[in-house]
């Protein structure tokens, strides 16, 4: 029998600390939609997606409604555009994200991620296409989402890649200028992408994957950040056994949902994702919780070591509650979706150098940061490299986000909206980099990749 | 995951007043719902009762009972949520 005092507690990280199941995402194989026209495989992919998602929002419902959970996202993930499109000899790929769209719209989700290219050891032709068509696919599309691994710990860093994303990110974000450069949030690049990633951007299937599978994202910082304030002033180790338990109840309900919908949607269970991901809404902070280990702001002194503990008390507190782990799995930083970011950003405590560090203990990278519209390309390719360096040399997955904001400098902000949210403009050091983007070519893997 | 019975958790939350059990007796009642356990409580001064009620063959999330409960919750000025016991013992059993 279940104890009242559970149930209460339930109740509470449900209504006060915001506990909620982030995001359902079906991934589907598009690999069968290849085709020798353009035509051809677009009808394709909307009627596979139609097809297979065509249920996925109204389970997600029933499933939230019968547990009384709030599951926020229903999303899709597919094989990145630029297999599924190589065949077809187009020259431009926007049809294929207006494909994506208009399916994500029939289905009813509100992100659809796999405008992507897979590019650490260097570019197909298809690749190469995908990218030039990444400003346009963003600009007129409302719900794709792109991202472009470029480097792995086996591969090493494609830096021809690096130096063509700067200038990619500088372009979607003048292509979108009129909304803030939005076009910028729904582009990310990564070294070590995970393939099942239930979360967005960087989202889709890769070619390793099932037909069809059923991923899930956990939140709950707000959960985490309640529990440590029960043991204030008690030692680290107190700590990392509250966040332990804490990430295991919140990991069971993602669990929990994961195996009903699979069974509902007759679609395999894939993994949980265990991150914590923050919103803009005040109580679901990461940056808060950081601030609940004794921190005055995040970002001061302190917060790299308090974010890997974290981190990796979430992780061991929630492999126990789940068989299957994947994704991310690790803490969100993302600037201007978390409003503890926001404030820290705001009064100067957190830099760019802070995030940068906080990278190399956490899931993702420097995530939704919102940088001055004049930084040049080659600056972003710059700050692309160092993180692409941090995954690599880490074996881990590193990603990066940022939003050149076309007209906006240090001290202005922008408003995404949603869960997107504000992001105030973080300084970027502008001493030139650009001699070294130029070199291009690759950084050769290192040396502990080599495992055999 | 269904070889578990069909029960649900009823949990009310807020200030006291006349008629809350009564309320959702009726409601429950209505539609063919067996309360089999009751217990109530004051905890940090809300009032607090928690329900455990059998579903038989009612699908919580194919009828509008949660909205139901959450309209009367509203009249009474107390929240009440309906939750399939499964996710108690997902989170709370190892």
């Known amino acids: ?452 | 995951m269904e070889s578990e019975k069909n029960t649900a958790v009823v949990t009310v939350l807020g200030k006291d007043r006349v008629g809350i059990i009564a309320g959702i007796s009726n409601l429950l009642l209505e539609y063919g719902i067996n309360i089999n356990d009751i217990s109530q409580t004051i905890l940090d001064d809300i009032f607090t009762m928690v329900m455990l009620v059998d579903l038989k063959d009612l699908q919580i999330e194919n009828s509008d009972i949660s909205e139901k409960l959450a309209k009367l919750g509203e009249d009474l000025g107390v929240q009440i949520t309906i939750q399939h016991t499964g996710l108690f013992n997902a989170m709370h059993k190892i």
């Open chain 1, 1 to 452: 029998m279940i104890n009242e005092y559970e149930i209460i507690e339930t109740m509470q990280m449900f209504n006060q600390e915001h506990l909620d199941i982030r995001t359902i995402t079906m991934g589907i194989s598009l690999m069968d939609c290849a085709a020798a026209t353009v035509e051809e495989s677009c009808n394709r992919i909307y009627d596979k997606i139609c097809r297979y998602a065509g249920n996925l929002v109204a389970t997600g419902e029933q499933i939230s409604k019968k547990y009384g959970i709030p599951i926020i996202h229903k999303r899709i993930s597919v094989t990145p555009i630029s297999i599924v499109a190589a065949a077809c000899g187009a020259k431009d790929y926007t049809p294929f994200a207006r494909t994506l769209d208009k399916a994500a719209k029939t289905c009813g989700v509100n992100f659809v991620g796999g405008f992507s290219a897979l590019v650490q050891k260097g570019y197909t032709n298809s690749d190469k296409i995908l990218i030039d068509s990444i400003p346009e696919a963003l600009a007129t599309t409302e719900f794709v989402c792109s991202s472009i691994n470029l480097a792995s710990t086996r591969t090493g860093i494609n830096m021809d890649a690096v130096r063509d994303m700067g200038v990619i990110i500088k372009k979607t974000a003048e292509a979108t200028a009129d909304r803030n450069a939005i076009g910028c949030a729904k582009l990310v690049v990564f070294a070590n992408a995970p393939e099942d990633n239930p979360f967005m951007a960087g989202a889709f299937l890769g070619p390793g994957e099932p037909e069809c599978v059923i991923n899930v994202g956990i939140s709950g910082p707000g959960v985490v950040k309640h529990a440590l304030e029960s043991v204030k002033g008690r030692d680290l180790g107190v700590v990392a056994e509250t966040i332990k338990k804490a990430a295991f109840k919140i990991t069971r309900v993602g669990e929990l949902v994961a195996r009903e919908a699979s069974e509902r949607l007759g679609v395999p269970f894939g993994i949980i994702d265990l991150s914590l991901a923050p919103t803009p809404a005040v109580g679901d902070s990461v940056a808060r919780l950081l601030e609940e280990f004794g921190l005055e702001t995040c970002g001061t002194w302190g917060t790299t070591a308090a974010l890997a503990m974290l981190n990796d008390a979430v992780k061991k507190g929630g492999v126990m509650a789940s068989s299957y782990v994947g994704g991310l799995s690790g803490a969100f930083i993302p600037v201007s979706e978390d409003e503890g970011m926001i404030a820290a950003a705001r009064s100067g405590a957190l830099k760019l150098e802070k995030l940068e560090a906080m990278t190399c203990v956490c899931s993702v990278g420097l995530d939704m940061i919102a940088i001055p519209g004049d930084t040049t390309a080659e600056t972003i390719s710059g700050i692309i490299a160092d993180e692409m360096a941090l995954g690599t040399f880490n074996n881990k997955t590193t990603a990066v986000r940022l939003i050149p904001v076309p007209g906006k400098g240090v001290g202005d902000s922008v408003e995404f909206g949603g869960l997107l949210g504000t992001a105030p403009i973080m300084p970027v050091v502008n001493t030139s980099c650009a001699e070294f983007i130029h070199r291009g070519g690759r950084i050769p893997a290192p040396i502990h990749s080599m495992r055999n």
